[in-house]
C-alpha cells in the first residue's frame, strides 16, 4: 500500500455509508495494492458482501504519529467526526470475474465487527478528509434530464431544451440520438463564490443492433451557463464508440460539489453511467479547466 500515500494530494477520501452507519472510503491503489487485496480475500475463502480485514493500518495512508481522526461528510448534510482505524476489502459477488486492478480494491474503515449484511443499495455517498475541518458535502438537485433528438426533417420536440444547447450539442457530437443537461452551481473562484454552470451531453445511438454497447459514442461537457461559447470548461469524449469497458464512453452526471482540499475551491464528484454499471469521477478546478484528480470503483445513490 505504499503507493496509497502518494495518490492521496490533499488528504481525502471518497465512499460511503451503509446502511448500519458503517463508513468505508476508497484508498487509491498504488504498487501492488490490488494484487494483495485479492490475495487476501482469496485466503479468506469467504461470501459476497463479506468484510476482510488487511494487516496493515489505515495509519500507514498519514503523515507519522497523526492521530486517525477523519471528518466524514455524507451526501445527506452530516458532518461527523470518526476513528477510521482498518484498511479493509469488500468481497463483491463476481469476485472470480475482477479485473487485477479495477479501483475499489482496499478502503479506509472503523474499526468493529462486520457482519455480513452490506448492501450496496443502501449506501449512502460520503467523503472523508485528514486532519478534521468542516466539510459541506453539497448534493446537486436532481435536475439531470434526458431528451431525445427528433427524426431527420423534423422540428426537434424539446422546448425544454433551448436551441442554444443544442447547438452546442450537435458541434461537439453531431447526428446524436440523446442529448442530457443538468445545471449545477459550484465555486471555481473563492471572490465570485458559487456561479452557475451545466452539464450536456450527447449521445450516438448504434444504427444496428441497440444492444452492442461498441457502437455508442458518447461526449460530456460543462460550461458556464451564461457564457456557451469558447472552450468548455471540461470535455469528455467523443468518446468514438468504444466497448462497454472503455472508460471515455458513459454519460456523466453530478452527484455533488464538494471542498475536499480545503482551499475554498470546490470539486466536483460526477457519476459516470457506462453502458453496464459506473464510477465516480472527481473533478477539480486547475485555474483554467476541470481535470480528472481520481476515479473509483464506487457508483454512490
Keep these: 500500500m ?61 503523515p507519522p504519529g497523526a492521530r486517525l481522526n477523519f471528518t ?26 475482477r479485473p487485477a486492478l479495477e479501483p475499489a480494491c482496499w478502503y479506509l474503515a472503523q474499526a468493529g ?56 450539442l450537435a458541434q ?18 473563492v ?14 445511438a448504434p444504427d444496428g443492433a441497440p444492444d452492442n454497447p461498441a457502437t455508442y459514442n458518447t461526449v460530456n461537457l460543462i460550461v458556464r451557463e451564461a457564457q456557451l461559447s469558447g472552450l468548455p470548461l471540461y470535455q469528455s469524449g467523443p468518446s468514438g464508440g468504444r466497448a462497454r469497458a472503455a472508460a471515455e464512453s458513459f454519460v456523466a452526471q453530478v452527484a455533488a460539489v464538494v471542498d475536499l482540499d480545503g482551499d475554498g475551491v470546490d470539486e466536483l464528484i460526477v457519476r459516470a453511467r457506462h453502458y453496464a454499471g459506473g464510477a465516480l469521477r472527481i473533478l477539480r478546478w486547475d485555474g483554467a479547466r476541470y481535470v480528472e484528480v481520481r476515479r473509483t470503483g464506487y457508483e454512490g445513490e
Design 2 to 62: 505504499a503507493g496509497a500515500l502518494a495518490q492521496s494530494p490533499g488528504r481525502w477520501w471518497v465512499g460511503f455509508i451503509d446502511a448500519n452507519d458503517r463508513a468505508f472510503f476508497e484508498i487509491p491503489p498504488g504498487g501492488r495494492d490490488c494484487v494483495e487485496r485479492d490475495a487476501a480475500v482469496r485466503r479468506a475463502a469467504t461470501s459476497p458482501a463479506a468484510v476482510v480485514a488487511s494487516s496493515r493500518s489505515a495509519g500507514t495512508l498519514l
Design 72 to 97: 466524514v461528510a455524507d451526501i445527506a448534510g452530516a458532518n461527523s467526526e470518526r476513528v477510521l482505524t482498518r484498511v479493509v476489502a469488500i468481497v463483491r459477488e463476481d469476485e472470480a470475474h
Design 113 to 168: 465487527e462486520y457482519p455480513g449484511t452490506y448492501r450496496v443499495a443502501e449506501d449512502r455517498l460520503a467523503v472523508a478528509v485528514h486532519p478534521p475541518r468542516p466539510v459541506r458535502l453539497t448534493a446537486v438537485d436532481a435536475t439531470w434530464r434526458s431528451m431525445s433528438s427528433a427524426p431527420a426533417g423534423e422540428a426537434a420536440a424539446a422546448d425544454d431544451f433551448p436551441a442554444a444547447w443544442q447547438s452546442l
Design 172 to 189: 461537439a457530437q453531431p447526428g446524436a440520438a440523446l442529448w442530457h443537461a443538468q445545471p449545477f452551481r459550484a465555486v471555481r473562484e
Design 191 to 204: 471572490a465570485r463564490g458559487a456561479e452557475p454552470l451545466l452539464l450536456l451531453g450527447a449521445v450516438v
